[in-house]
């Protein structure tokens, strides 16, 4: 059971371009959500998904896109780069049924705007 | 304005002292509070949820506790493989799944 996996893990760009990281979790929850970490500021929101086809604003997302055609997968597209978005970009899942689960987290993308 | 605020922002303890780290928060309503470890390079993960004033959770060394502005994780007689960074979330209520960070404790224990 993989749980939830991100690709790529490591991306360095240029001011200017573009890029999609994958999220993809094989666990059938209902709910996904991308979120960026930088130091000093926590863990923000920046899209989320309460199921397929469906996509919300979160706390930051300005200069970001998202897509959920499929359940297990969900898509977070950057249009063109700014240093300001040099972050790590977490992707996480949980269920509608999950109890005392909380959210299962992907192991991170690091991502370098030059 | 829901806020979730954690202390000390890192606390560095000798193998065996026992600490606390802090979480405290203004929500319009709390569904859930949660507690998360991450450990560096790597995604948090899920330790505890919390849902009501006076809970307590435990898990091994660790224990959390909720009161209706804070919640407390305890960590008695840690061991250096608890260092990682510590983290508070708060569910709000009408606001979906969402969680609300806070920017956590780092946590080192030296042996």
């Known amino acids: 059971n993989a749980g939830v996996t991100q690709t790529p893990k490591f991306r360095v760009l240029k001011t200017g371009q573009s890029m999609t990281l994958l999220c993809a979790q094989d666990?059938?929850?209902?709910?996904m959500y991308w979120y960026r970490q930088d130091p000093g500021m926590g863990l923000r929101l920046i899209h989320y998904?309460?199921?397929?086809?469906?996509?919300a604003k979160g706390e930051v997302p300005d200069g970001y896109n998202v897509s959920r055609l499929k359940k297990q997968n969900f898509l977070l597209g950057l249009e063109s780069a700014a240093p300001s978005q040099t972050s790590v970009y977490f992707c996480?899942?949980?269920?509608?049924?999950?109890?005392?689960?909380?959210?299962?987290f992907g192991s991170g993308t690091r991502l370098t705007v030059v | 304005e829901d806020q979730v605020t954690q202390s000390p922002e890192a606390l560095r303890l000798q193998e065996g002292e026992s600490s606390s780290l802090n979480c405290s928060y203004t929500?319009?309503?709390?569904?859930?509070l949660f507690w998360y470890r991450q450990d560096p390079g790597k995604g948090p993960e899920f330790l505890f949820t919390?849902?009501?004033a006076g809970e307590e959770k435990e898990k091994e060394r660790l224990k959390a506790t909720l009161t209706k502005k804070e919640s407390f994780l305890h960590i008695t007689a840690p061991k250096p493989e608890d260092s990682a960074t510590y983290l508070c979330?708060?569910?709000?209520?009408?606001?979906?799944?969402?969680?609300?960070f806070g920017t956590g404790t780092r946590l080192q224990v030296f042996p």
């Open positions: 666990m059938n929850h209902e709910y």
């Open positions: 979330a708060v569910q709000v209520v009408g606001n979906t799944d969402k969680l609300i």
């Open positions: 996480a899942s949980s269920s509608i049924s999950r109890g005392n689960y909380g959210y299962t």
């Open positions: 929500v319009s309503g709390l569904r859930g």
């Open positions: 919390l849902y009501s």
């Open positions: 998904s309460v199921g397929e086809g469906t996509t």
